[in-house]
Every structure is written in structure tokens, then in C-alpha cells.
């Protein structure tokens, strides 16, 4: 099983990123999937899952400005995030729930 997770890099307060997460190794179809981060000195933390039917949930931090997605025919997982803060700066991972599954992480920091 590989996680590849890109699309991380450094953007101004207010500003967008979309980070891209390739699966393979498994059915990635069939499978949860979720975006975690990780900031300097803290836990770990959930961001948002998409289900295999497509249902989404969302951290309260996150809500209204970033949206997960799954586009299985490319079996791949999206993070769009929109009006960056710079308490949004961590290191992005994406990982199959239930599983030891991790990507390799993704580094992205917002500015002031």
C-alpha cells in the first residue's frame, strides 16, 4: 500500500492550496479515506474523512473553507483549502482509516 500526498508549500493568509493524495495497493473505491495535520509541538489531529459513499465530515476549525474529495477513477484524495490561516500551517497526511496506512505528509505553511 502506498499514500503519496503533494501540494503543499508556502501561501499568504487568505490564500488556497489543494493538496492531491494517490493511492495504490488497494481498493481505493471501497475505502474511507482522511486528511490529518500535525502542527510544530502539537498532536496529531483529524481535518476531514470522505466516506466511500461520498459523505464528508469536517473538523469545526475547517468547516466552510476547506472541502475533501475522492476521484476513484484516479484513486486519488483532494484536500481543497480556501482563506488560509496561519494556524492552518502543519504538515499534511492523508490516511485510510482503520488501517497503519499514512502518507508521507505534505508540508504547508501560511504566512501573515
Known amino acids: 500500500v502506498q499514500l503519496q500526498a503533494s501540494g503543499g508549500g508556502l501561501v499568504q493568509a487568505g490564500g488556497s492550496l489543494r493538496l492531491s493524495c494517490e493511492a495504490s495497493?488497494?481498493?481505493?473505491?471501497?475505502?474511507?479515506m482522511a486528511w490529518y495535520r500535525q502542527a510544530p509541538g502539537k498532536q496529531r489531529e483529524l481535518v476531514a474523512t470522505?466516506?466511500?459513499?461520498?459523505?464528508?465530515i469536517y473538523a469545526d476549525s475547517v468547516k466552510g473553507r476547506f472541502t475533501i474529495s475522492r476521484d476513484n477513477a484516479r484513486r486519488t484524495l483532494y484536500l481543497q483549502m480556501n482563506s488560509l490561516i496561519p494556524e492552518d500551517t502543519a504538515v499534511y497526511y492523508c490516511?485510510?482509516?482503520?488501517?497503519?496506512?499514512w502518507g508521507q505528509g505534505t508540508q504547508v505553511t501560511v504566512s501573515s
Open positions: 490516511h485510510r482509516p482503520n488501517t497503519s496506512n
Open positions: 495497493g488497494f481498493i481505493f473505491k471501497l475505502n474511507q
Open positions: 470522505i466516506a466511500s459513499t461520498g459523505s464528508t
